[in-house]
Structures are given as C-alpha cells and as structure tokens.
C-alpha cells in the first residue's frame, strides 16, 4: 500500500479535533498542531483540545422545528466525534444539548490521543505553514494567534474583520438560595425542571437595570473602538442600553414560567443551566458580560436567589477575528489565494460550537478525499451543512459579511405542494425532511467514493 502524506491541521479546538477525526476515519494519517499549554490565550482555562470558552450549550436539539437541531442530526449521521462526545457527557438542558464541559474536552481528547492516525503537537505554528505542508487545515478559531493572523490575512489581500464575543458567568449550585429559586424548564420542556429560575419584582428588574447601566465595564483599546458584537452572544449591559425592557423580552423573558409557590408570573426571570454531570456548577443562560469583576458580583447579586452566589467563572469578554469568507474561500474552503490552505470552525465566519464543528467536519472531508486523489462535492444547500458552505463561500454579501448561526433562512423555499402559503410551524418539518433525506443521499455517494 502507498504511504500516504499527512495532512496537517493547526488548532485543537472544536473544528480542528473534528476535521482531524474525519481525516483519519477516511484512513488519512493528521498532525493536529495545538498551541496550548507552550502558547496561551485571553479566554482558555485549560490545555484540553475542544475546550468550551462560553457557554456548556451546543443549543436545541430538536432536528424537525429548529435549524441547530437539524445540524446536529446531520453531524451524528456523518460520525462527527464531536456530537458524539456531547451525547455522552450531555447535562440536563430541557429540549437543549448541553454538556459538562471538563469530561466533554477530555473525552475527545482521549479519543484522538488514541486513534493509531493521530499525532498531536503541542507547539504554535508561527506565520504561515512551511511550504513542504501541502494540504493544511486552519481551525485557530477566533482566538488565532497574531502572528498566523497578520500572515493569513496579508496573503489573502484583506483587512481583518472582527467582533466581541462575551463570556456567561458560571455559579456555585450550593451558594444559590432556593428559598426563592425553583427549578423548571419554561413551558416545562425536556423533563419539565432543567433549569434554576430566579424570579425579579418590577421593583427589582428596574434596580439592576440601573446597577447594569451604570457598572463600571472593560474599556476597549483605540484599535478595538469600532468592533462590533455579535448580535447572538450580546453583553447583557449592551442589551440593557437599547432600552429598559429589553432584557425582560430576552433572557430575562418570564413567559412560559410560572412559580407554583405564589401561583403568578414574575415580572422578570433569570435563568441557570447545569454546566456539569456532577450538577455542582450552573451557568447564567444568556448573561454573558463587559462588567469588571468586582462591580460584577456585586451586581449579580442582586438578583433573587444570588445574593450570596460563589462564582466559578465570572464573565468576561473577548475579541474574534474571522475572514472575508465570500470573498477570499472558494467552494471547498480553501483559500484562494493558496489553495493548499483550507479554513474550518469560527474563523470562516460562522457562528457557534455547533456551526464551528461542522465546518471542521466538512472540511476534513474535502481535504482527505483531496489527499486520496478522490473528489467530493459540497452538500446540497437543502441541507444545513449545504445551506452554511454556501452563505460562507458565496451566499453572504461580501462587502457586509457577519458571522451567522444556522437558520432556515439560509435554505432555499420548500415545495408547498400547491399551496400558496404554509405557516412556520408546517414549514421548518418539511424543510427538515427535505434536508435529511439528502443529506443521506450526499453521505451515501460519498461514502462509496471515500
């Protein structure tokens, strides 16, 4: 049998530990280069491949009603390492897939420290890869170090484009008073008590929102003045300065919750979310956060049931870089202007743990049918793999790129079999169906070619 290259893959985070699981299940040997422990970053806490810097949550888990659902489906059904890892260290998150985040890292760790195709390198790749690498996936993700990034973005002819990611703080379980706090999902979803519901007065809502816009935050430096955030990971301070009750309508919204002890509706809730198997940890769903540190607790704490919360991690924020993908990928992900670099996870522009893992999925498929001499196309854009590619590398407007969740509005219309309009909750099924049957369809041919 003919030896056969390596391809090299230069970050262990998410979409890097995927592509590599992929290109050694299509029998290709992978160096994973990964940069931690002897090159840290500002948002990683530990050396562990796929660590979760944010959230604990991969989101919905409904594959018929919501688009993130369907991509998880779409993941288990090509062997993603990455879902697998997440099915067996899942935490109790109602309709949601969360996970504990420290056995989620070591478990896909484990997995590719043991596959015989696998060497990992515990090294930073400064600058541009040698010349020697010929087939080379980058999943530095939006923490790319800034050397591989001004290397990376000078060879593609553009300027950075980049936005704020804020981090949720994480809670103490036992330091939370359930005096006040009850446990319930809203609309009583999953096993109906997944999640921890602190309850606010409009008294009380209406105090913190003034402790919010008045709490002292992180100051940008002159070059990070004109980034903009992510419309789906907002500071919860940001949120509050678009206007008083904006909060309320969003993580704060009380609908779908009732407390059984006082029999009424709260004018505001605040939700947590285990972050781990053992249920000791809990994170504030949707509070990620510019505050500083000190003023921060003191603020959280005056939520009802937090007042004498103990933190794990109080929240934090910082800065993603992402490319001009339209512009400057082509239809397999690779750099156009050098097409032995291919790009997957966060930095092409998509947004998200799950987003970011299929891209890496994919993207080791198309670089291993590379090395094999065999050739893949994309997924269709019916299916939620197809319906990303094909925004990133051509769907989106260059000259006002952002990253994007997955969502159905990323899909091409559905046959309404001669009616002239179906309401949502038709519609998204019937785009689901449509979007697994060819996926399996794609994954059949290409499974027979690779």
Not at 262 to 272: D, N, P, S
Request: with cysteine; aromatic share 8%; glycine share 8%.
């Amino acid at each position: 049998m003919n030896k056969v290259d390596p391809i090299h893959i230069i970050g262990g985070g998410l979409a890097g530990s995927e592509a590599a699981w992929q290109c050694a299940k299509a029998g290709v040997p992978v160096i994973l280069h990964e940069m931690r422990p002897e090159q840290k970053t500002n948002a990683h806490v530990t050396d562990g491949l796929a660590e979760l810097v944010c959230s604990n949550s991969f989101r919905s888990d409904d594959a018929e009603n919501n688009a993130v659902g369907l991509l998880h489906a779409e993941m288990r059904l090509a062997g993603s390492l990455i879902m697998a890892a997440a099915d067996r260290n899942k935490v109790p998150a109602g309709s949601a897939l969360a996970v504990d985040r420290e056995e989620f890292s070591k478990d896909v760790e484990a997995k590719l420290t043991e596959h015989p195709l696998i060497t990992i390198e515990r090294k930073e790749i400064a600058g541009l890869p040698p010349e020697s690498w010929d087939n080379v996936i980058i999943a530095t993700g939006p923490l790319t170090s800034p050397a591989l990034s001004e290397a990376i973005l000078s060879l593609s002819g553009e300027n950075s484009l980049a936005f704020f990611d804020a981090i949720a703080p994480i809670v103490y379980k036992d330091s939370i008073n359930f005096d006040i706090a009850w446990f319930q999902s809203r609309y009583d979803k999953g096993d109906g008590a997944d999640y921890i519901n602190c309850p606010m007065s409009e008294d009380e809502y209406n105090a913190f929102i003034e402790a919010l816009n008045g709490s002292d935050k992180t100051a940008f430096k002159e070059w990070e003045k004109d980034t903009p955030y992510f419309e789906g990971c907002m500071p919860i301070e940001v949120m509050a300065e678009r206007g008083h009750d904006t909060l309320r309508f969003g993580p704060m919204k009380p609908v779908g919750l009732m407390d059984a002890r006082v029999g009424k509706q709260a004018h505001a809730v605040v939700q947590l979310r285990q972050d781990n198997q053992l249920g000791t940890l809990y994170n504030i769903v949707g509070f990620q956060t510019k505050m500083k540190y000190g003023e921060q607790a003191q603020t959280l704490k005056m939520i009802p049931g937090l007042e004498n919360a103990e933190f794990a991690r109080l929240g934090g924020l910082h800065r993603n870089t992402f490319l001009n993908s339209p512009k400057v990928l082509d239809g397999s992900l690779r750099l156009k202007a050098a097409p032995r670099l291919r790009f997957a996870g966060q930095i092409t522009g998509v947004e998200g743990y799950v987003e970011s893992s299929a891209m890496g999925l994919i993207a080791g498929r198309f670089a291993a049918a590379e090395r094999l001499g065999e050739t893949i196309t994309a997924p269709p854009a019916t299916t939620a793999f197809g319906a990303l590619i094909n925004h990133i590398t051509g769907g989106a407007d260059a000259k006002s790129f952002q990253p994007m969740n997955v969502n159905f509005g990323l899909f091409p219309p559905v046959d309404l079999k001669g009616k002239k309009k179906i309401r949502k909750k038709e519609r998204r099924p019937m785009m689901s169906a449509r979007a697994l049957k060819d996926f399996n369809i794609w994954l059949n041919g290409d499974s027979e070619q690779t």
